[in-house]
């Protein structure tokens, strides 16, 4: 009687092939290609994320479109000089005296946040205290300005 018998260094050796052989296989397949684009797009967007986190960026500061007085929010020079010339017209139009703005060449009025106000130039730039001294004047609420009576 011949017995053979596994020893278990053996047993051990045909482990370590078999998962050497997974991970070879693993390597030359697609699913390596796809695993190594997945895991630089989540790096490469963690790194975007925590990088930008201690940013030294002015906060965002929002104006309201009327305090309890009834008149338009005022914002300061400084507001003003921070932003691009675009932003400095409409805020320019958003601190005027009025709580509503219209223009010269229409019979329309506007909070001095909507889309239609920022478009009045400087010189067409009409500023009432009120929509009543608006309308006294002949003027109507703009359709597109949410809001106005």
Known sequence: ????????????????????????????????????????????????KYSNINSDREPVKILYPSTSSGQAPQATSSDISKTSPKTTQAAAVITSSGTVVGSKNSTKYHYPWCAGAKQITPQNLITFNSTEEARGKGYTPAANCKGLK
């Open 1 to 48: 009687m011949n017995e053979e018998y596994l020893k278990e260094e053996d047993f051990k050796d045909n482990q370590k092939e078999k998962k050497s052989l997974i991970f070879t296989r693993f390597l030359e397949s697609s699913w390596w290609t796809i695993s190594v684009v997945i895991l630089v797009a989540i790096i490469a967007f963690s790194w975007g």
